[in-house]
């Protein structure tokens, strides 16, 4: 009959929505991934979506179609290292779980960006002036000549000043427990996430960190999202023509 026809219409509508906001949803993490390529540190997010379950109308009758559900991760998988001879450059030679140590108003935070550089006072801080800690709190390098040793020594014309504090997460579940929280800044998923010190940190002076966004996978897939995109806006416009013709013609058969 007539009202089924026009349900199964406005279930074709509805799912094609779905569709339509999951598409955009990952194209701006895609979009953002591509912003962020040539970002020291940076972790590029990926985005997943899938269909949940059948959800009843209002009144408990025939149910909506599945609605399209988004998420999106961080990979932290390793960035490429290129050397620049900047002295207070920094990178980690590991397995991707362990992090600078940053003081910000919020508390600790935590990075891969090593891009540090000097205070007018003498602290060494990041891109944003936000100090870098070691184990006795921020580090302050006045001098001439700055050495970083592997294990995170930083000395200042061969005086021992501080020890980098070096931190490292376990991966739970493959993935490492932490959330972005801006400027290339880190935070644990929950309070029961604690971090742990770094016994080889492995640093590598005056060398960085770069992103570990493939450029030509992410145009790639914003290509895709945006073609998928396209699919649903046209799905939606051939169910409301059909949709209204259906409405014209029981209307006139009345």
């Known amino acids: ?84 001879g900047n002295p207070l450059d920094l990178s980690l030679a590991d397995d991707g779980n362990g992090f ?54 930083v000395y200042v014309d061969k005086n021992y000043v501080d020890r980098l504090k070096i931190v490292r997460f376990d991966r739970v579940d493959g993935r490492v427990p932490l959330r972005k929280a801006g400027n290339s800044l880190l935070t644990p998923l929950d309070d029961q996430t604690i971090p742990q010190i770094a016994t080889d940190p492995q640093v590598r002076q005056q060398t960085l960190e770069g992103s570990n966004v493939n450029m030509v996978q992410e145009m790639a897939k914003l290509i895709h999202m945006v073609r998928g995109y396209e699919a649903y806006q046209r799905a939606i416009l051939v169910s409301d023509n059909s949709l209204n013709m259906l409405i014209q013609r029981v209307g006139g058969g009345n």
Request: hydrophobic letters at 35%.
């Open 1 to 84: 009959c007539s009202s089924d026809l026009s349900f199964r219409m406005l279930q074709g509508i509805y799912t094609a929505a779905s569709g339509m906001l999951a598409h955009e949803a990952m194209s701006e993490v895609i979009s953002n991934n591509l912003a962020n390529a040539s970002t020291p540190g940076f972790r590029q997010d990926f985005a997943t979506f899938h269909m949940a379950g059948q959800k009843p109308d209002a009144k408990g009758g025939a149910a909506l179609s599945p609605m399209l559900v988004f998420r999106s991760y961080t990979d932290f998988e390793l960035g490429s290292v290129r050397t620049t």
């Open 100 to 153: 600078f140590t940053v003081d910000t108003p919020k508390g600790e935070r935590y990075t891969r960006a090593g891009n540090f550089t000097l205070s007018p006072s003498g602290t060494i801080v990041t891109a944003n002036n936000l100090p870098v800690l070691g184990t006795a709190g921020p580090i302050t390098a006045n001098g001439g000549d700055i050495e970083i040793t592997d294990t995170g020594e």
